[in-house]
C-alpha cells in the first residue's frame, strides 16, 4: 500500500522557520521525483519545491526561492522541505506528491500557519 505521511506543521511565527517531513513506503522511493505543493484558503495548489530522484536536481517557486531548501535521503525514504524567513503567505497546507512518468501519489497534508 502506497503512504506519503507528511509531518512537521503547526504554527509559525513570522521569520520564524519551519521543516516539513514526508515519509514514503510502499513503492521503489529513488525511482521518483519528489515535490511539495501547497495550498492557501480560496487558491489554487501550487508547486512549492521539487527534487530529482537522485537529489542531483531541485526547483523552486520563485516566492520562496533563496529561503528554502528540498532535500531527500534516499535510505529513509523521506523527503524534507525547509523554509526560513516564514511570511504570513506561507500559510497553506503543504502536500508531498512523488512523481515518475504517469504515475503520481498524494500524502494527505500537513497544516501550516504563519502568524504572530
Known amino acids: 500500500q502506497v503512504q506519503l505521511v507528511e509531518s512537521g506543521g503547526g504554527l509559525v511565527q513570522p521569520g520564524g522557520s519551519l521543516r516539513l517531513s514526508c515519509v514514503a513506503s510502499?513503492?521503489?522511493?529513488?525511482?521518483?521525483?519528489m515535490r511539495w505543493f501547497r495550498q492557501a484558503p480560496g487558491k489554487e495548489r501550487e508547486l512549492v519545491a521539487a527534487?530529482?530522484?537522485?537529489?542531483?536536481?531541485?526547483e523552486y517557486l520563485d516566492s520562496v526561492k533563496g529561503r528554502s531548501t528540498i532535500s531527500r535521503d534516499n535510505v529513509k525514504n523521506t523527503v524534507f522541505l525547509q523554509i526560513y524567513s516564514v511570511k504570513p503567505e506561507d500559510t497553506a497546507v503543504y502536500y508531498c506528491?512523488?512523481?515518475?512518468?504517469?504515475?503520481?501519489?498524494w500524502g494527505r497534508g500537513t497544516q501550516v500557519t504563519v502568524s504572530s
Open positions: 506528491n512523488a512523481i515518475r512518468l504517469a504515475v503520481s501519489f
Open positions: 510502499g513503492f521503489t522511493f529513488d525511482d521518483y521525483a
Open positions: 527534487i530529482d530522484s537522485i537529489g542531483d536536481d531541485t
